[in-house]
């Protein structure tokens, strides 16, 4: 599993010209998911995104996490995140979760993070989005659950 973490101040998705996903302060995720990929992985990313402290405090310090600001998530399924570059100059996604187990992946990823009492606002597994942001900072982190980065 690997998720891109964006700090953002907003963030929305779109889909044929219909917001489905709106956040003001808070995450942007771009989450994808391989065939490895187990709940323990699930629980893993939804522990660090959560705790994650990348907000800052009032000495301007990176000490808050999601919580502590009263952020919102808007998290969107991107399996080119597994994109391999290796050979050629077009990318090879084979390394990309098999879409009917990714889809259930995705559902039970963002269930388990609005379960810690988090709002989240997600895309449309497997459509065609339009996603807009502003990051914050910028502050961007990559999760890989492979490697527990």
């Given at each position: 599993?690997?998720?891109?973490?964006?700090?953002?101040?907003?963030?929305?998705?779109?889909?044929?010209?219909?917001?489905?996903?709106?956040?003001?302060?808070?995450?942007?995720?771009?989450?994808?998911?391989?065939?490895?990929?187990?709940?323990?992985?699930?629980?893993f990313?939804?522990?660090?995104?959560?705790?994650?402290?990348?907000?800052?405090?009032?000495?301007?310090?990176?000490?808050?996490?999601?919580?502590?600001?009263?952020?919102?998530?808007?998290?969107?399924?991107?399996?080119?995140?597994?994109?391999?570059t290796?050979?050629g100059?077009?990318?090879?996604?084979?390394?990309?979760?098999?879409?009917?187990?990714?889809s259930?992946?995705?559902?039970?990823?963002?269930?388990?993070?609005?379960a810690?009492?988090?709002?989240?606002?997600?895309?449309?597994?497997?459509?065609?989005?339009?996603?807009?942001?502003?990051?914050?900072?910028?502050?961007?982190?990559?999760?890989?659950?492979?490697?527990?980065?």
């Amino acid at each position: 599993m690997r998720v891109v973490i964006q700090r953002v101040s907003k963030a929305s998705v779109t889909i044929e010209e219909n917001v489905v996903g709106k956040v003001g302060p808070g995450f942007m995720l771009l989450v994808a998911f391989n065939d490895e990929d187990t709940d323990a992985d699930l629980d893993f990313a939804v522990r660090k995104i959560v705790n994650m402290r990348i907000f800052e405090d009032e000495q301007a310090k990176m000490n808050l996490s999601i919580n502590d600001v009263k952020g919102a998530i808007l998290s969107v399924s991107q399996f080119t995140l597994f994109a391999s570059t290796k050979k050629g100059n077009r990318p090879s996604f084979t390394k990309s979760g098999n879409p009917e187990l990714a889809s259930k992946l995705y559902d039970q990823f963002n269930a388990k993070l609005r379960a810690t009492g988090i709002e989240v606002q997600t895309g449309q597994f497997g459509a065609d989005m339009q996603v807009e942001l502003v990051n914050d900072g910028p502050v961007t982190i990559v999760l890989d659950t492979q490697n527990k980065e």
